[in-house]
DNA sequence: ATGAAAGCGCTAACAA
DNA sequence: TTGTTAGCGCTTTCAT
């Protein structure tokens, strides 16, 4: 119960009369290779049991320059998304022993750059970071110098970087597909964050199910530049004036489809049955709103999970940095908010 | 941009012609208290910035015990109320020049109890609890050895150990109040885990509000004991069963209240229609559900928030131990889920 | 089969 | 005004 009394390989091998190697041997497992006496073994090991004893992972990381932690750096814990990411970021991460640093970018990129930067000062073994911004040129040196570093969802495929992603251009393209299998042809777009690349991915994918339909592409129906609650609602509001004839709206993350959602509302346009809605991302409460929102649903946990695998791995060998982008699958989640409003288009 | 060069104090003491000790007073702000020349503080300082050097914050831990951290034990990061105390809680301390080291003890005890004990051999500074489960004795030896240690919503008042609350029982009181306000006499209850200190207080004031308003109290009117989902979707079901006659139920989660607005859609009852609903904990979608939820919101935020202050508090004050336990006012956030049902009883 | 010694990078007494 | 030394707690050569 006494913790605080051996607190020390020093303290315990005094107290058995043997070096503090040999209890550092017996701790790290390491009995059999050395030969240490079955007796001594297991005196210690109970020792160390009862008094609840571990070798102090601060020296340890010290002498080793190991510290058997990751750093998470996220925009907003608060999210949702991220928030299942970093669920199963910890979860993974502990059951290999690793312990997760988390920062919080706030969405802010410079806060973003500075958080990672004291990470890595922090001597982290690794790091996992869902970046804000367009870019992040910053990164290229890490990128560089092989630091075992992987990008989670905004994702910059060109620093060389290892990374894991939702495949937004299929996930994107798949829901434009119902909406047009449901008879929508003016369909508007409310994007993310402009120039970043699930935003580009997300809204290439709405084009190219539009091209291959021979829908007319109308710069005008795409609206938008974050992926916020806010910028959903205004951006609905604006698209509601500039383009009336709109009968479906892609909103392109669930913070944008709330706001969207909201600005209809006011505006006494029902869903689906004015104007059908199609979100991207699932949250369990989407099934919950009026009407159930169909959405593209993104495997958050999955991609958290992926991450800490794939980091591990590069941490293992930092030979195959460089390498691996992982696309996972989207779905598109199926409920009441898109209204059919004629027959489908051949298939 | 080559970090990798200067990255002790001693190459850098070498490359000056000085000695470590001198760098090591000049990049923690003790030139002055030296008497260091300005020249070599300056090329020192100067030099740090461009190389970007910081001094190993693992050889100081080892060195000043202390580590510049603070872990953070969270049932399930994925929960909106949780995350949302997280991203306080990494802020502040940020703005501390902590760190957060987080663990998901995923809902359980024995996880929980084994994350703390990581976190204390990790040699945090301090640490921040949200525990589950009904009891959590294995915190007594922590409070009795004055460990930096803070509670945060599931709290043990008996332990002695500071803590940050909402005000559960005014909030409990404050939503029955409002119910019998608009008519309502056959009030259910969805609790949460039972024996939970917000559970009990909750309950508490709910029938403190029917007693001071002489409704009798119904024992079976009261149901569940798990804060999630499920159990609001079950227990509502059974109590519609047990009970036919009811007119509101107060969920005393967010969760519960989905899961009775799904078993009340199931059952075809209109809420508030025919059964009034009001929840607790204020989640940004709860306005966006249909119909929009009435809750209690709890100060989640300020929690986070409020919770690190008071461990750096004690950090830098172990006498103030033991002492403080903070209550957080709650508010009601009225929307559009409870239906009156005839005049108010005078008040 | 076990130990002594060195050193990871840092800071704080104690010189000078 | 600056440096020397010791030591935080650990692991790892190298000896024995």
């Known amino acids: 119960m006494k913790s605080s009394s051996y607190n020390s390989l020093k303290l315990i091998s005094e107290k058995f009369s043997v070096s503090p190697t040999t209890v550092s041997r ?45 750093g998470l750096v996220i925009p907003d814990i608060a999210n949702p998304f991220f928030a299942g990411i970093a669920s199963q970021v910890v979860n993974v991460a502990r059951t290999h022993g690793y312990s997760i640093v988390l920062c919080d970018s706030e969405e802010n990129p410079a806060l973003e750059q500075q958080s990672v930067e004291l990470l890595w000062a922090r001597q982290v073994d ?37 990374y894991v992603s939702a495949d937004n251009f299929s996930g994107a393209k798949a829901a434009t597909d119902y909406l047009l299998d449901n008879g929508h042809r003016r369909i508007a777009c409310l994007q993310g ?43 609905t509001k604006l698209l509601l004036r500039a383009a ?59 991609m958290g999970a992926a991450a800490v695998k794939l980091l591990l791995d590069h941490m293992r060998n930092p030979a195959n940095a460089m390498s691996s982008g992982l696309l996972l699958p989207t779905s598109l989640i199926i409920r009441k908010s898109v209204r059919k409003i004629s027959q489908p288009t051949t298939q």
């Open 126 to 162: 690794g790091m996992i970071l869902c970046a804000v911004g367009q870019t992040a040129d910053y990164l290229v040196r890490y990128a560089r110098e092989k630091r075992p570093l992987v990008l989670v969802d905004r994702v910059f495929p060109d620093l060389g970087l290892p």
């Open 244 to 302: 009336p004839d709109i009968t479906a709206i892609f909103a392109m993350s669930n913070l944008l489809a709330l706001g969207a959602l909201r600005a209809l509302r006011e505006e006494n346009r029902a869903v689906p049955d004015d104007i059908s809605v199609v979100a991207f991302d699932d949250q369990p409460y989407l099934a919950h709103l009026s009407p159930p929102l169909t959405t593209v649903a993104q495997p958050h946990l999955e």
């Open 26 to 70: 017996v701790l790290s497992g390491q009995a059999k290779k050395y030969r240490i006496s079955p007796e001594t073994e297991k005196a210690i090991k109970d020792f160390a049991i009862r008094e609840n004893f571990t070798p102090n992972p601060i020296a340890k990381g010290l002498r080793l320059k190991k510290t058997l932690t990751i």
């Open 193 to 235: 964050m402009c120039g970043t690349a699930p935003s580009k991915a997300r809204v290439s994918g709405y084009t190219t199910a539009l091209h291959a339909r021979g829908v007319p592409f109308d710069p005008r129906l795409v609206a938008g530049d974050s992926f916020g609650e806010q910028s959903g609602y205004l951006d």
